[in-house]
């Protein structure tokens, strides 16, 4: 069981006009409270620890699209969340959901494992083709 003690800070009155708040009950309290965690929850719930994954292989070229492609669409979905491109999203999480037109329905992002979930249409549109890289290997 995991027991936590808080104790509350005594602050110090600024005022100088009022003399007779210092030296009070409500300047001095000071007091103790024990806080017990639920029995069905344990230490470990909050720390959803994700691996990193190395991979021997290695991308044999990387170029910024200048036009839309579903492969790019793909590859800003999953870039977006903190991936480098789907190759590595999966090592880690397997293959994500998809829509029924194939583009990628949910993703999880990289630095904390929470979900991400995309429309049906395209995303990407003209204006961020600049950030999207597309890694292409042997």
Known sequence: MLTISATSLQRPVISSRSGSRMGTASGSRSSSFQFKMDE????????S?????FSKLKAT????????????????????????D?????????????????FIRCT???????????????????????IVKVYEYA
């Open 40 to 47: 069905n929850c344990t230490q470990d719930d909050d720390k």
């Open 49 to 53: 620890t994700i691996k990193p994954v």
């Open 61 to 84: 070229r990387c170029y910024r699209p200048k036009e839309w492609t579903p492969e790019v669409e793909q590859a800003f979905r999953v870039q977006q969340t903190g991936w480098k």
């Open 86 to 102: 789907l190759k590595e999203y999966m090592e880690t999480y397997g293959e994500p959901d998809r829509w029924p037109n194939g």
């Open 108 to 130: 999880r992002v990289k630095s904390n494992g929470y979900y991400t979930y995309w429309r049906a249409h395209r995303e990407c549109d003209d204006k961020y083709l600049h």
